[in-house]
DNA sequence: TCAGTAATTCATCATATCATGAAATACGCA
DNA sequence: TGCGTATTTCATGATATGATGAATTACTGA
């Protein structure tokens, strides 16, 4: 009887495991935090995630496997998406705990944000006051897929590739502020970084669209509306 | 400045991933889950999880360069602790996403307690009407150290190695609610098994001490009062 | 039906993880 | 000082994981 209950002790915790093992490779990671900003190919996430494509693939298989994302085929492209909302959810809050108990990852954050010069991002509160004075363009700086996956309402999309040659329509007169998806991504770092080598008063919003919709906020999806959206 | 940006990435992933790499291994979350009930000795870990000596330090060992779990030596002793109560909590939130994702849990589960007698465990509205009604005596059937590290306010101690000795203290005019660890633990179960083979109405209550506070209950520490602790 | 593309599977090698037993530490107490 | 106990460290072999390139599968469209 105390082997039965040994066994299954020992089944559960080997199901548990199956998430931990989920979780247990930075590549596994990156790729999951990519999930959270919406589904994506094979292709794009190797892309993205700067891995081979086997690799990728690999991995995949493993989160699969643990049960955190989903495939669909469609024709010849294999599309991943995270499996449930509680798996964005986990992520955050195993994002935060890393935040809470490991000094590192603050310490890098710290040394890579001094080199360069937009230390302290923007928070929540100030944004929403400076949108509602009317006072600031929000710009949504990911590729436009991920914009239309979910953005901030209000939000211009401007991928930071395009930035370079879209300035024309930002105006000079307007406090600017970019997103993308979320603290750890530099997308935002970069967009502000040549806002600013332009002449624009640019800032940095830490969240990405996911920690901004698990606190509450509104979230919209789909394209650019076509002018006063600005309801943020 | 790319390899820069990836550099920072593959850092703070990898940062991420220790803590994965703490959660990856099923006996690592057993003495987690172990950990969460309160502060134990090595060898109270090794002998609970059923582990030996050698092997569980080296899982503390890794628990503990996760930031999981904190060691103090106190004379020839070394206690493991949860390094912090957030800990406790991503405990939860991976049981819980476990048990959403993953079909196997529940199908192990119910083959476990199909096999047994008390299938449904009692849930916390009915135990607090019945509580508030007085005809219920709460039992925490854990290890006497874990009752005093937290218990349900109004409960008795009896572990289960006492149980069958003191089963006159018991009234046979009211309902018996035994709780352990948690919905995983099986100590609640053999108790009620017992219980109902000697004519009492015993039932189970699934959440443990943890589950409990975390939904904002109160919990009581130290030993048992003398008499109409029954607050719950 | 064949070429072309997306993705997976397979094979391989290097490295990491795990369980175990033996040896070493660290501490309290006689 | 030396013995006994709790714990960690070390060494070892078995197994798992991860990166990579080659081969394969699955599908589209000419």
New binding site residues.
Partial sequence: MASRNRRFKTAIYEQFARIG?GI??P??LELLDLLCQGPR????LAKEAG????????????LREARLVE?E?S?????YRLADEQVGQFFRSLRSLAERRLAEVGEITRRFLEAREDLQPVDREQLLARVRDGAVTVVDVRPREEYRAGHLPGAVSIPLKELERRLAELRHDREIVAYCRGPYCVLSVEAVELLRARGFAAFRLEEGVPDWQAKGFPVAVGEEAAAGERTL
Same sequence: chains 1, 2.
């Fill in positions: 093992k247990s490779n590549s596994r190919t094979v292709e794009a891995l081979g494509l086997t690799n990728a693939s690999q991995h995949l298989k493993a495939a085929k024709g010849l492209f294999v599309t």
